[in-house]
């Protein structure tokens, strides 16, 4: 089925860097998300994004994190400055609406803060 | 806000036989419970999932149940093979589609 891409897929940086996380969402799909997964925890919502716009946040996504999609390319997330404690799996997400089995997740971008 | 309790940390259970993980939700507004399944290293697949207007919901040997009164949910994996082994994670879905996810079942099946 429909893939999300996510670039890179592991990525090591030293405290007080900034990243940033790329996601090649589903074609049509309009909502994009952002997880984040501590090793062996659950996935735990960070931001969704519609039509050009955070709709939500919760409150993992600190002030050091930013999302954009400028002119449909890729979704990021980005990182400035990073923090030891952002060491995670970072999940994108893409869906269509809502509500249905649509909802697709990459496959993870692995992050190590130094 | 939503709060998703997942009962089962781990799991296991014999090939063949059936396995059972429950979920509890705290918000009465959410309609949308999908679940999914993760193996070691890899990304979230989608399972099964089911709405708020039925309470139960059958694909082949994964059956969910709904009640919503308890606001309690829960996946039935019947005829367990090996391959079922994973990290199955229940999730309600909430205001823009936001999934609010349980902590993960670590379901062993042996062989």
């Known amino acids: 089925g429909p893939k999300v891409l996510q670039i890179p897929s592991h990525q090591i940086i030293d405290m007080g860097q900034m990243v940033t996380l790329n996601c090649d969402p589903v074609?049509?799909?309009?909502?994009f998300y952002w997880y984040k997964q501590i090793l062996g925890q659950q996935m735990e919502f960070l931001v969704n994004?519609?039509?050009?716009?955070?709709?939500?946040k919760s409150k993992l996504f600190k002030d050091q994190f930013s999302v954009e999609r400028p002119d449909g390319s890729y979704f990021t997330l980005k990182i400035q400055p990073t923090a030891l404690e952002d060491s995670a799996v970072y999940f994108c997400?893409?869906?269509?609406?809502?509500?249905?089995?649509?909802?697709?997740f990459g496959s993870g971008t692995r992050l190590l803060v130094i | 806000g939503e709060k998703v309790e997942q009962h089962e940390s781990t799991l296991s259970v014999r090939e063949g036989d059936s396995a059972v993980i429950n979920c509890t939700y705290t918000d009465t507004a959410s309609s949308y419970f999908p679940w999914y399944k993760q193996e070691a290293g890899k990304s979230l697949h989608f399972v099964i999932d089911?709405?708020?207007?039925?309470d139960r919901k059958q694909s082949q040997r994964l059956i969910v149940l709904l009640d919503k009164k308890a606001k309690r949910f829960s996946l039935h994996i019947t005829a367990t093979q090996p391959e079922d082994s994973a990290i199955y994670f229940c999730a309600a879905e909430g205001m823009g589609y936001k999934l609010t996810f349980g902590t993960g079942t670590s379901l062993l099946v042996d062989p």
């Open positions: 997400a893409s869906s269509f609406t809502g509500g249905n089995s649509d909802y697709t």
């Open positions: 089911i709405r708020s207007n039925v």
């Open positions: 994004f519609y039509n050009g716009k955070v709709m939500e």
């Open positions: 074609s049509n799909h309009l909502y």
